[in-house]
């Protein structure tokens, strides 16, 4: 239980109206260890009351054009653009995530979310086909689904609220949302913005609390009819079998343990800084991050020492401090978690080149109780090691090397995740031919997390099911109807 001092106290906002919980969860700043924040720990209850206002707010906020609902979210991304300092400082507070990516990252990509899918929505169209010899006209149309349930993780926490939000609402959805219990903040201070953006009461309600809690009563609730979640496997499948019973659509956006592959023509003026990025941005804590460096032995050496000499300039420091490179892992569990497969690594006998347990970590005074851990270089480790296969969804990569682009291809796609990877050579022919035997969702060749929004993002085999973006979040937002003239 915290102390005295004033804690921040978020509610659930619900039909329009902010509610207090029967009870609260503590909540942590990852710079200093203490709890700043209580959260709400709702239950079915709360599931409940929001359900019955998003019923209630669906056929007025459905029956709206696409262009009556594009000017509303339009609307929030201004509103949202208006205050990103604060939400900036809020979500670098919450996460541990610098304040520089939090202001140049999580909140631009926020409003770019509410404008994105405000402008998507007013250009899809239908399909229509001529049945001449019955005399029949086919056309399809889209109607939203209904209630929209929408559960996210702690990683990126309003720039993947948003991602869900945006596309449910825009094509005529009401959305109960559940933000990690780790990260609540944001998407509170959200709520305080959508009355004045003209989002009726009803169609956004958030409902804070744990998974197993709040989560699972929003996941088997009859009618809520979809569930897009964001984040890991272990919790996907619980997903899959409680909302079972109930055939709900499900889009599930899971872990990675994503490759780089750098061949022997790679400019490694550009291969290797953007490597450094790919593997300890938001402290490693991207699903997107690169966790598998497999270098070509002939610039082995070459790279490797680039890439550690780049990797202790990455620097450690206070989120609140604009020249952090990286700030504080999420929780104590989960940075227990990340140094537990160095012990791992170490003892399996790999050489730890610079990071845990051989470089030394300074903090401020005020940081030394929060989750700060320096990024790491595991080298001469085996691809079976559980560093090479598990998604550590922390500040440590592995480099290896390989010889040939078939051995590289078949050791890049042998591990159960298929998100994403990074390919870096001049050959043209050869990054196309790789990226299409990779088994990836999303290939990035010679750069990193260049977002294309309206193409499809997501992942294959454990990284998930179905895809986002313009036109299928729009898909999975929306059953589709055909209906037949006869004339
Ligand atoms: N593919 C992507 O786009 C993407 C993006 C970010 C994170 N991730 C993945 O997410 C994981 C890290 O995030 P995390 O630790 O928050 O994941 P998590 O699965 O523990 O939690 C994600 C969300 O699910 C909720 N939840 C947990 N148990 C639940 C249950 N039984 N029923 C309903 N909801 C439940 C949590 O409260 C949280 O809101 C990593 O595996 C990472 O790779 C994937
Ligand atoms: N959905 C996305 C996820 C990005 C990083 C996850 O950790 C996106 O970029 O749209």
Same mark, same amino acid.
């Given at each position: 239980m915290a102390g005295t001092r004033a804690l921040l106290m978020l509610e659930n906002f619900i039909d329009g109206k902010f509610l207090p919980c029967d009870s609260y969860l503590d909540s942590y700043d990852p710079s200093t260890g203490e709890v700043y924040c209580r959260v709400p720990d %709702?239950?079915?209850?709360?599931? #409940?009351? $929001?359900? +019955?206002? $998003?019923?209630? $707010?669906?056929?007025?906020?459905? #029956?709206? %054009?696409?262009? =009556?609902?594009?000017?509303?979210?339009?609307?929030? #991304?201004?509103?949202?653009?208006? %205050?990103?300092?604060?939400?900036?400082?809020?979500?670098?507070?919450d996460q541990g995530k610098t304040i520089t990516l939090a202001r140049t990252m999580d909140i631009p990509r926020s409003v770019q979310n509410f404008r994105f899918f405000a402008s998507s929505i007013l250009h899809h169209t239908s399909q229509c086909t001529q049945m001449d010899h019955a005399g029949c006209l086919h056309y399809t149309v889209r109607e939203p689904v209904g209630i929209a349930g929408l559960i996210s993780p702690w990683n990126l926490p309003l720039y993947l609220l948003t991602w869900k939000i945006a596309p449910a609402i825009a094509a005529g959805n009401t959305v109960i949302a559940k933000p990690s219990e780790l990260t609540s903040v944001t998407a509170w201070m959200l709520c305080q913005l959508l009355q004045k953006a003209g989002v009726p009461p009803g169609v956004v309600n958030i409902v804070f609390g744990t998974g197993p809690r709040v989560g699972e009563a929003l996941v088997s609730h009859p009618e809520v009819p979809v569930i897009s979640f964001t984040g890991s496997q272990p919790t996907a499948e619980r997903i899959t079998q409680l909302s079972a019973p109930h055939c709900k659509k499900l889009s599930l956006e899971l872990g990675g343990k994503n490759p780089a592959i750098i061949f022997e023509d790679a400019n490694l003026e550009e291969c290797v800084p953007t490597t450094v990025r %790919?593997?300890? +941005?938001?402290?490693?804590?991207? /699903?997107? /991050?690169t966790s598998r460096i497999f270098v070509q032995k002939s610039i082995y050496s070459e790279f490797l020492k680039k890439f550690v000499e780049a990797t202790r300039m990455w620097k450690v420091g206070s989120p609140a401090d604009p020249s952090a490179s990286m700030g504080a892992l999420i929780s104590k569990a989960h940075l227990e978690k990340v140094?537990?497969?160095?012990?791992?690594?170490? $003892?399996?006998? +790999?050489?730890?080149? /610079?990071? =845990?347990?051989?470089?030394?970590?300074?903090?401020?005074?005020?940081?030394? #109780?929060?989750?700060?851990?320096?990024?790491?270089v595991i080298t001469d480790i085996k691809d079976e090691s559980r560093c090479m296969k598990e998604e550590i969804f922390g500040p440590v990569t592995c480099v290896v090397p390989f010889d040939s682009e078939e051995e590289v291809v078949k050791r890049a796609n042998s591990v159960q995740y298929g998100l994403a990877a990074t390919v870096w050579s001049s050959n043209v022919g050869r990054v196309h031919r790789v990226a299409k035997k990779l088994q990836s969702g999303l290939v990035w060749t010679n750069c990193w997390l260049i977002r294309e929004l309206n193409l499809p993002f997501g992942g294959m085999k454990s990284s998930g099911v179905g895809r986002e973006g313009a036109k299928d979040s729009y898909e999975f937002f929306t059953e589709s109807k055909t209906i037949t003239i006869k004339h």
């Open positions: %709702s239950g079915k209850a709360e599931v #409940a009351a $929001a359900v +019955a206002a $998003a019923r209630a $707010a669906f056929p007025g906020w459905s #029956a709206r %054009s696409p262009q =009556e609902r594009s000017q509303v979210l339009l609307r929030l #991304a201004d509103l949202l653009e208006q %205050s990103l300092e604060e939400f900036a400082v809020a979500e670098s507070r %790919s593997s300890f +941005a938001n402290q490693g804590e991207i /699903c997107l /991050c140094r537990r497969y160095v012990k791992i690594a170490r $003892a399996e006998g +790999a050489r730890i080149l /610079c990071g =845990e347990g051989v470089d030394r970590l300074s903090l401020p005074p005020g940081n030394r #109780a929060g989750y700060f851990m320096l990024p790491t």
